[in-house]
């Protein structure tokens, strides 16, 4: 029964275990895995009823999810995991035919420049050595520099998210993938 706020700036969301409450519950629904299969549905049927669903979650999200406010603008990865679900699921329904209105569109590619900036200005990176963390950061900032229209902003992700993602594959994986 616990909520976090959707008030609080998210560097003040607290972190932590405490009896009643895990973080990982909204971070979880909130990466939003589950759009690639209410994508999948469509393709196999036909039903508008899961582009809907998909559209109408999004918007959702957006509206009580403000950017830097709440849960779920707290863990950098997670931001960069539910951005880059977003835009694999949209691009699936619309491979698959689907066609959104113009208010969520506009919405969506609002809320897909407000998701880069936030990854490019937390990155999960420290000096003392990165993770899995920064890997899932730049990888999102890379599905959304790839989005965006080019400008020198999103240029500018995208040769970051390419150089970074370079060095931490060979920074994080050994030859034999491990």
């Not at 590619?109 to 998701?115: C, E, L, P, T, W």
């Not at 899932?136 to 150089?163: K, N």
């Not at 594959?169 to 030859?175: I, K, L, N």
């Amino acid at each position: 029964g616990y909520r976090w706020s959707e008030k609080a700036w998210y560097e003040d969301v607290p972190l932590g275990f405490r009896p009643g409450r895990d973080v990982k519950v909204p971070w979880e629904l909130a990466r939003c895995q589950h759009g690639v299969i209410l994508a999948w549905a469509f393709a196999l049927t036909g039903d508008l009823r899961y582009s809907q669903a998909f559209r109408n979650q999004l918007l959702d999200f957006m509206a009580n999810n403000p950017p830097k406010y709440g849960v779920n603008w707290r863990s950098t990865m997670d931001v960069a995991i539910r951005i880059a679900n977003w835009l694999v699921a949209y691009d699936l329904f619309r491979s698959a035919g689907a066609e959104f209105d113009q208010e969520f569109t506009q919405a969506l590619a609002g809320s897909v420049q407000d998701h880069g900036a936030h990854i490019v200005n937390n990155l999960d990176w420290k000096p003392q050595g990165v993770g899995n963390h920064y890997l899932a950061d730049i990888v999102g900032l890379a599905f959304v520099a790839a989005y965006l229209p080019r400008t020198q902003e999103s240029d500018s992700w995208l040769a970051l998210a390419i150089q970074e993602l370079i060095a931490e594959v060979g920074a994080q994986f050994s030859e034999d993938g491990g």
